[in-house]
């Protein structure tokens, strides 16, 4: 049995408004590319109202990651149960985390302005949408939340990587 996610179903449930992306994944078209920029979005607010307002001391960013990524495969997985789908398009928190990861780790050595997070945003859409191998034998292959949050973590160093490697160029 599949359900159709909305902001009804969504309602009761902690771990679906996570594994929803606060709503965001229930956009009507491109939920992947609206969660993604939902993550940038919220990434800027983190970074400048939590992280900042505490010292923006070296383990904020790891700590919320690592925080992110557990309470994701906790929220993905129960959501996808709640839904029958292990991996429904409008669970978009792995999105959400994998460019948090991908702007934390640009944004001090390169001092990311927008236009970088810009090209990083549009990179990690282009490999979490396209899936190069192994992405899509990733994404195919575990299910559950960790399977939900993996592949999006591939696309994300997928990204790091084509960065790195323009930069060396």
């Not at 505490?54 to 906790?74: E, M, Q, R, T, Y």
């Not at 997985?77 to 709640?82: I, L, Q």
């Not at 859409?125 to 994404?139: E, H, S, V, W, Y």
Request: hydrophobic share 60%; aromatic share 14%.
């Amino acid at each position: 049995m599949s359900i159709s996610p909305d902001f009804a179903f969504m309602r009761p449930r902690l771990s679906r408004w996570i594994a929803f992306g606060f709503g965001s994944g229930l956009a009507p078209f491109s939920p992947g590319t609206v969660g993604s920029l939902w993550g940038w979005a919220s990434y800027l607010l983190i970074n400048a109202f939590v992280v900042r307002a505490i010292g923006s001391p070296v383990w904020a960013w790891p700590l919320i990651l690592v925080l992110a990524l557990v309470i994701g495969i906790w929220a993905c997985g129960r959501c996808g149960r709640d839904m029958g789908i292990s991996d429904h398009g409008a669970m978009v928190w792995d999105e959400v985390v994998a460019i948090w990861l991908i702007l934390w780790l640009i944004d001090a050595p390169l001092r990311a302005g927008f236009s970088t997070q810009l090209g990083v945003f549009l990179l990690f859409r282009f490999f979490d949408i396209l899936k190069p191998p192994p992405i899509g034998q990733l994404d195919a292959s575990l299910k559950g939340g960790w399977g939900v949050m993996a592949d999006d973590l591939l696309a994300a160093f997928y990204t790091l990587l084509a960065l790195a490697l323009w930069r060396a160029l």
